[in-house]
């Protein structure tokens, strides 16, 4: 696969297969997103993979707190802001719609909506789960860093065959997760991702959202 299909190909599954994946292909994913470069090659990313019995007692206690008491978990850094702009509202909310609507689940339906975002944590029924920290001691430079380990990651995976999903949901539980995977207090949870085959017939998986395109958000001088 050359660069702009892998690119272009990538897209958030959201309803993966029951079909493992093999430890040396994460592996290899790895070892190719660790090209990534970072600011005097400090490479401060930290990753945990997870699969079989370490995936599913992690995401039975995080899908039991997400259930019983939600309201006691917060993230420990702010992906979204809590005051939105436009043109991000509609673009936002036309994600929200687009993706609720192609599972069939209407607008005020708040029940079912909620099973939906629950499915978050069962990393949307993907064999392996992955959780990406990086040193919280750094410099806020360093996130741009783990920005493209993280898209490196998503990237090398379609070399392969498989899917992946970008998981800010995850960071709500980090409590949860630093106890199952025990890493040290100075790391930080940026996100998890969620990797797998692509259940195919799956209805959310046909969502392809849109681009504004490049003249839209550039401008160009000396052309
Ligand atoms: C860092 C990051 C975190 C994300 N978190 C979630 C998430 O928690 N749940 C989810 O369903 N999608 C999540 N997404 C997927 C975005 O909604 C998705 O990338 C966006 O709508 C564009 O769609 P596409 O990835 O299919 O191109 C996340 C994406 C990124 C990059």
Redesign the pocket.
Known sequence: MDIKEAIES???V?RFLDKPVDQTIIKQILNTAARAPSGHNIQPWNVYAVTGDARDSLCNDIMQAAQTEPEKHQPEYD?YPTEWHEPYINRRRK?GYE?YASVGIQRDDKDAREKQMLR?YLFFDAPVGIFVTTDRRLAIGTWLDMGMF?QNILIAARGYGLHT??????TWYHDIIQKHLGYPENEILL?GIALGYEDESAPENK???EREPAENFTQFFGF
């Open positions: 990538r897209k958030s959201r992906y994600l993706l978050n993280i999903c970008g998981q800010a949901a995850f996100c969502l392809v959202t």
